[in-house]
């Protein structure tokens, strides 16, 4: 069986949580958000939320996402995006999203090929391993 530990490993060193914007939510994530905050989804809204027409993100402060304190701390309650992240399927399909991706994220393993990153990528997808980072 494939180990996520040989192509990521994350660093905590936060840099996907910082930046002048977040990933969006979409309505699931909103739901488990409010829940995993144990709060009513207006209080949410007007305490964690940006929302943009009907585009929903987290706030940022500080140049991070208001949940971004030495970690995330909505761990449970993260986007998908989040979850997924950096683990995209699009980094097999092209080489170039690999290197985009890899260039900004000091988890993923680069002392390995990108043809047995995508080898052991493709065995967690095919054991149907849920990658959640
Ligand atoms: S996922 Fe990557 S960029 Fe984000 S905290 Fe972990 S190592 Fe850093
Ligand atoms: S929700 Fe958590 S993982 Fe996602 S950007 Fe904010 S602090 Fe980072």
């Known amino acids: 069986m494939a180990d996520i530990k040989e192509i990521f ?10 930046g002048e914007t977040t990933v ?11 829940e995993a905050l144990g709060l009513s ?23 991070h996402c208001i ?23 699009s980094m097999i399909a092209d080489k170039n999203n690999y290197k985009t991706i890899s260039e900004s994220c000091p988890g993923i393993n680069t002392e390995i090929s990108y043809e047995e990153f995508c080898r052991i990528f493709k065995e967690l997808i095919d054991e149907q391993t849920i990658i959640h980072c």
């Open 9 to 18: 490993e994350c660093t905590q060193c936060g840099y996907c949580c910082h």
């Open 41 to 63: 989804e207006a209080e949410v809204r007007e305490k964690y939320w940006r929302v943009t027409g009907n585009v929903v993100q987290m706030k940022i402060i500080d140049g």
């Open 67 to 89: 949940f971004y304190d030495n970690g995330c701390t909505v761990h449970k309650g993260r986007p998908w995006r989040c979850a997924q992240w950096p683990m995209h399927p």
């Open 24 to 34: 969006s939510l979409d309505e699931k994530d909103q739901k488990r958000m409010v």
